[in-house]
Nanobody, 118 residues
């Protein structure tokens, strides 16, 4: 069982930056691939970024590539999403998720709101 708690969301102007954190409980955090997803009002949830359990490989949606960076600190049971050059279309609730098998996310956080003003 893994419990995930996101933090770091807020209101930022376009062009600004935010860093989201996702703290995980449990001793097996380093066994899980971690992902970030987002859901904007009236839209389906979409993939944003992911990092493999070792931190050796990362993946990004085309819409955020070059602007967002995902990383993890297994010693702190935490995964991060650094978001630069934010755009109004990045406004959404951001969720972190844990996958024991690549791509199959078993556990989800409660989400944190990110609002980018123009």
């Amino acid at each position: 069982q893994v419990q995930l708690v996101e933090s770091g969301g807020g209101l930022v102007q376009a062009g600004g930056s935010l860093r989201l954190s996702c703290a995980a409980s449990g001793r097996t955090f380093s066994s899980y691939d971690m992902g970030w997803f987002r859901q904007a009002p009236g839209k389906e949830r979409e993939f944003v970024a992911a990092v493999r359990s070792s931190g050796g490989s990362t993946y990004y949606a085309d819409s955020v590539k070059g602007r967002f960076s995902v990383s993890r600190d297994n010693a702190k049971n935490t995964v991060y999403l650094l978001m630069n050059s934010l755009k109004p279309e990045d406004t959404a609730v951001y969720y972190c998720a844990a996958a024991f098998a690549f791509g199959a996310y078993d556990y989800w956080g409660q989400g944190t709101q990110v609002t980018v003003s123009s």
